[in-house]
C-alpha cells in the first residue's frame, strides 16, 4: 500500500519507488500490478494510471537524459581541448 499511495503522490517511475523503497523493479512492478489488485483494486486503477502516463513519457525523458550526456561530454571536450 506504501508502494502504490507513493507512486500515485509522487508520480514516480517504477525505477524511482524502486531506488526509495531499496527494493527491485519487479517487485515493485509485481505489488503494484498484481498484489495490489487484490487488496485494493481501486488503489491499484490509481497507479496504473500513473504508470499508464510514466510509460508513454519514457521515450521522451530517455531522450533528454541521452541529451544531456552529449552536452555533458560537449562541454568537458571544450574545456579540456578536445573538442573536433
Known amino acids: 500500500m506504501e508502494i502504490a499511495n507513493y ?14 523503497f531499496g ?4 517487485t ?18 490509481e497507479v496504473r ?4 502516463v510514466n510509460k508513454s513519457e519514457r521515450h521522451i525523458r530517455g531522450g533528454l537524459a541521452t541529451r544531456e550526456k552529449y552536452l555533458h561530454q560537449h ?5 579540456t581541448g578536445n573538442a573536433s
Open 7 to 20: 507512486i500515485i503522490d509522487e508520480k514516480a517511475t517504477v525505477r524511482q519507488t524502486a531506488k526509495k
Open 23 to 26: 527494493v527491485s523493479k519487479s
Open 28 to 45: 515493485v512492478h509485481k505489488d503494484v500490478t498484481e498484489r495490489i489488485l487484490q487488496i485494493d483494486p481501486s488503489l491499484a486503477h
Open 49 to 52: 494510471k500513473v504508470l499508464d
Open 75 to 79: 562541454s568537458q571536450d571544450l574545456m
